[in-house]
Nanobody
Framework: VQLQASGGGLVQAGGSLRLSCAAS????????MAWFRQTPGREREFVAA????????YYAESVKGRFTISRDDAKNTLFLQMNSMRPEDTAVYYC???????????????????????WGQGTLVTVSS
């Protein structure tokens, strides 16, 4: 499986961006997918996750109400709509996929990087003040 993230760029505070993560190699509609982000010198930080079939979503407190994770299973693609962006949202954003289909986890696991076996290459998001 390969994940290709795109959609990053420069945006002013208060603006919006939409990230995409296209999966190839196999269908991922039955997998958990997530977004993480990372800034230099810091550990990878959980942003949002989506259960297989898209029934349940999880968000970091810092992005709740501003970011929305979604998926288009017909296109094998994951999205992250980011609104009301802040300078502290500046980071490289990574999409992630768990290894086995149809898995459910305790809530804490969705925000843990070790849950995910496949990672995209990252897309840089910069929010100016």
């Amino acid at each position: 499986v390969q994940l290709q993230a795109s959609g990053g760029g420069l945006v002013q505070a208060g603006g919006s961006l939409r990230l995409s993560c296209a999966a190839s190699g196999r269908t991922v509609s039955n997998n958990v997918m997530a977004w993480f982000r990372q800034t230099p010198g810091r550990e990878r930080e959980f942003v949002a996750a989506l259960s297989w079939r898209g029934g349940i979503t999880y968000y970091a407190e810092s992005v709740k109400g501003r970011f929305t994770i979604s998926r288009d299973d017909a296109k094998n693609t994951l999205f992250l709509q980011m609104n009301s962006m802040r300078p502290e949202d500046t980071a490289v954003y990574y999409c992630a996929l768990d290894r086995n289909p149809r898995r459910t986890y305790v809530e804490r696991a969705y925000s843990t990087p070790g849950t995910y076996a496949y990672w995209g290459q990252g897309t840089l998001v910069t929010v100016s003040s």
